[in-house]
């Protein structure tokens, strides 16, 4: 049995505003006892926050025993990271749509994840060009300097991925990702 994640990446955050939204996000979800403010084990054998005592706020399905489970934490990541989807069915140009999938895209992750190269590609399509991280992912992945990952939680209310859109006022991406 594998180990589910949700994990909520804003979308265009300057490197200057990672620790500032960070803290921002923090402060929000423990003051309204969505996670406890004391990290523990509970992440895969790293630390996280359990969850808080108003955890429900967050999920659709409040009947899960998200409480009795070893791996339940969440984690508030400030550092880069490609954050995976379950698989990959499709990466097409953003611009066109074109179906990239089947080129050599993933090294380009690779040259983003390592900051050392361009991770530009031209599309063959259209010829527009873009960082890989700008292509679409199906299922969505996201690629960002911050995120905050679930594990094992039940699906996030549409309400609660609103509020923390205007807690950081920032939008969102959601992936969905196993390991
Ligand atoms: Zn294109």
């Known amino acids: 049995m594998g180990d589910n994640c949700i994990s909520i990446v804003p979308k265009d955050v300057d490197s200057s505003e990672v620790k500032i939204l960070a803290e921002r996000i923090f402060k929000w979800l423990t003051g309204n006892k969505i996670v406890n403010d004391v990290e523990s084990d509970c992440v895969l054998n790293l630390k996280g926050f359990l969850p808080g005592s108003n955890y429900k706020y967050a999920v659709e399905d409040s009947d899960i025993q998200l409480l009795n489970l070893v791996n339940n934490g969440v984690e508030i990541i400030t550092e880069r990271q490609v954050w995976q989807g379950v698989g990959i069915d499709k990466v097409s140009c953003a611009s066109c749509n074109f179906d990239i999938t089947e080129s050599d895209w993933m090294d380009l992750v690779e040259k983003w994840f390592y900051g050392v190269e361009s991770c530009e590609m031209t599309c063959p399509s259209c010829n527009s060009i873009a960082p890989i991280t700008d292509f679409?992912?199906?299922?969505?992945?996201?690629?960002?300097?911050?995120?905050?990952?679930?594990?094992?939680?039940?699906?996030l209310k549409k309400e609660f991925i609103d509020e923390v859109e205007e807690v950081i006022n920032k939008k969102v991406k959601i992936v969905y990702g196993r390991i």
């Not at 969505?140 to 699906?155: D, H, K, Q, T």
């Open 136 to 155: 679409n992912f199906e299922p969505v992945w996201a690629f960002a300097e911050l995120g905050i990952s679930f594990w094992n939680w039940p699906p």
